[in-house]
C-alpha cells in the first residue's frame, strides 16, 4: 500500500471547484502535519495549505480565502476544497505528511494534476 496517495485532480474552467484527497495508509495519521504543495511547469514547489494533528490551519498567500484544508480522522485522509480556481492554480499538486515533528517518517504522494482552463 502507498503511504500518501492523491486523488482528485482534472480539468476545470477558471472560476469553477475541484476537491483534492489524500488518502494515507500505514502511518500514524495523527502524528504528521499534513500540508499541500504545489508545483507549476518552470516553478519552485509552494505551499498551499497546511493542517496540524490539533486541527489549526495555514493557507499560503494566493490562496487564502479560496482553498480550505480539512481531514477526516476516521478515514486518516486530508481533503482541499479548491473554489474560485484561476488559470494560475493549475500546477501538480502533492500531498505530505510531516512527521519529523513527532520523530515519524516524512511521506511524499506521487501527484495530481489541475489544470484550470477554459
Known amino acids: 500500500q502507498v503511504p500518501v496517495a492523491e486523488s482528485g485532480g482534472g480539468l476545470v474552467q477558471p472560476g469553477g471547484s475541484l476537491r483534492l484527497s489524500c488518502a494515507t495508509s500505514g502511518i500514524i495519521f495523527a502524528r504528521h502535519i499534513m500540508r499541500w504543495y504545489r508545483q507549476a511547469p518552470g516553478k519552485e514547489r509552494e505551499l498551499v495549505a497546511s493542517?496540524?494533528?490539533?486541527?489549526?490551519?495555514t493557507y499560503g498567500d494566493s490562496v487564502k480565502g479560496r482553498f480550505t484544508i480539512s481531514k477526516d480522522n476516521t478515514k486518516s485522509t486530508v481533503y482541499l476544497q479548491m473554489n474560485a480556481l484561476k488559470p494560475e492554480d493549475t500546477a501538480v499538486y502533492y500531498c505530505?505528511?510531516?512527521?519529523?515533528?513527532?520523530?515519524?517518517?516524512?511521506?511524499w504522494g506521487q501527484g495530481t494534476q489541475v489544470t484550470v482552463s477554459s
Open positions: 493542517i496540524t494533528p490539533g486541527g489549526s490551519t
Open positions: 505530505n505528511a510531516e512527521g519529523a515533528p513527532f520523530h515519524q517518517p516524512d511521506y
